[in-house]
């Protein structure tokens, strides 16, 4: 392994860096204090910015090691700590490691997440020599598991009742990426068709009774790729208070009020029924 610390990374919109103790106010405001943010994590809300000071004067001190890996999450343009991003359970024989995030709650559902994951992936595996990534979250949060899968690593498994965040104890859905294994790729190379193998191109096949050749198998693969992609991109549309079915303009009913009148022209439709019985059309029976 080839440690180099904390290293800062810069990707387009952010600057990955160390936390400095000067950061613990911006920290505490912005997500540390907000048991919205850390409703899923597994450290509890910070009671104050003196916590939150406490845990970055730690923080700072372990900067000397070269194995340490805690980025806090800045905005490039206006220098504001947003959230942090760190490494640890490492397993060096197995040259795995685990990531975990947090970022505060006005910046959700911009994609600032899923670029720092994957700005940090892409230095773990080609700068440090890791070959795996892993990552975990409570099912009851999909939208981190959307992070995961957006950035490349792939579902492996829920364990039950296996884990304990603030929410009480919890299922824990494990993903993974390992390098020149998993069918996905970090955010920012290609990533062949999600994982979507021949079998099931094939088994589609058969339910929709088509026979594909070669070429055919490919394009539906990719085709069936950039569905799940853009379902990954809508799931991390902010839905909250959008009322169901609602739509961007103004939308009348053309349909008009179902009311009963007199003179509806029964009596002239009748005239062309083959038979007629108490006012109304005869209709055969089907049955009998």
Not at 88 to 107: D, L, P
Not at 201 to 230: F, H, N, T, W
């Amino acid at each position: 392994m080839n440690h180099l610390g904390t290293k800062t990374i810069e990707t387009e919109r952010l600057t990955l860096r160390r936390f400095a103790v000067e950061d613990a106010e911006k920290m505490y405001e912005n997500w540390a204090g907000d048991p919205e943010v850390t409703r899923f994590l597994l450290w509890p809300t910070h009671a104050d910015a003196g916590v939150t000071r406490a845990l970055l004067e730690t923080w700072v001190a372990a900067y000397e090691q070269e194995d340490k890996y805690e980025w806090c999450i800045s905005l490039k343009e206006t220098k504001e700590p947003i959230g942090s991003i760190g490494a640890f359970g490492r397993n060096e024989k197995a040259k795995s490691v685990e990531i975990g995030y947090c970022i505060g709650r006005a910046y959700w559902h911009k994609g600032y997440t899923s670029e720092a994951v994957a700005a940090v992936m892409k230095f773990l595996l080609e700068e440090v020599g890791f070959s795996r990534i892993e990552a975990r979250h409570d099912p009851k949060n999909p939208r981190s598991g959307g992070v995961m899968k957006k950035c490349g690593l792939r579902y492996e498994g829920t364990r039950i009742q296996a884990d304990w965040n603030n929410s009480g104890i919890c299922d824990e859905a494990l993903y993974g990426y390992v390098k020149g294994v998993t069918d996905a790729a970090p955010a920012g190379t290609e990533r062949p068709n999600s994982g979507i193998s021949d079998e099931m191109i094939e088994y589609v096949g058969i339910l929709a009774k088509l026979e594909l050749d070669a070429a055919e198998r490919e394009q539906a693969k990719k085709d069936m790729s950039e569905m799940l992609d853009y379902i990954d991109r809508l799931n991390e549309l902010d839905t909250d208070g959008v009322e169901p079915a609602s739509h961007i303009f103004p939308v009348t009913n053309v349909f008009r009020e179902d009311v009963v009148t007199n003179g509806d022209g029964s009596a002239e439709s009748l005239l062309n029924a083959p038979e007629k019985k108490d006012g109304g059309f005869k209709v055969p029976k089907t049955i009998g």
